[in-house]
């Protein structure tokens, strides 16, 4: 099995997420099991239905998240020395060369990107082309949008 890159953070979180399915969301989905049972015919009861639905999203969900951490390679981004090369766990402060618009972003693994927050993921077409770059280097990102030329203005290890 292939290690999954994961950071500090993100490794953390999804061991809450775990921890929160297996004493809260599992204990809920039985309480509900049972109570529709209580309602008597199972063959039409839309409630039992609905939560054997959720136990088996939430089992199925407990393994992914088992088998996540257990390949997880956990990087913390603020023991990198990566002589200021842009790596996983980098935030990389960017700026476009057409519009001169400036973005920062830190590349993070798969399930912790949100493009929201700043996070994208390792196997972006962006992270991608910016690995292994440094400070003043392009990198050419072939986006849905077209060609685009971002200039690394930083690269810090937070």
């Known amino acids: 099995m292939a ?3 994961l950071t500090k953070r993100g490794a953390e979180k999804l061991k809450e997420e775990l921890q929160r399915l297996k004493t809260v969301e599992r204990q809920a989905v039985i309480q509900a099991i049972a109570e529709a049972r209580a309602q008597g015919d199972l063959s039409e009861n839309a409630e039992y239905e609905a939560a054997k639905d959720k136990q088996g999203f939430i089992e199925g969900r407990i393994l992914e998240i088992e088998g996540k951490l257990a390949a997880a390679q956990v990087i913390d981004p603020s023991s990198l020395d990566a002589g200021g090369r842009v790596v996983f766990g980098s ?3 960017l700026e476009d060369e057409d519009s001169g618009a400036s973005v920062t972003y830190q590349i993070v693994g798969d ?8 996070l994208i ?3 972006s077409p962006i992270a991608r082309a910016l690995i292994g770059k ?3 280097d392009v990198a050419e990102v072939n986006a849905p949008g077209g060609l685009r030329h971002y200039e690394i203005v930083g690269v810090r290890y937070l």
């Open 111 to 118: 399930d912790e990107a949100d493009l929201k927050h700043g």
């Open 91 to 93: 935030t990389v402060d």
């Open 121 to 123: 993921s390792i196997s």
């Open 134 to 136: 440094e400070v003043g």
């Open 3 to 5: 290690t999954i890159p």
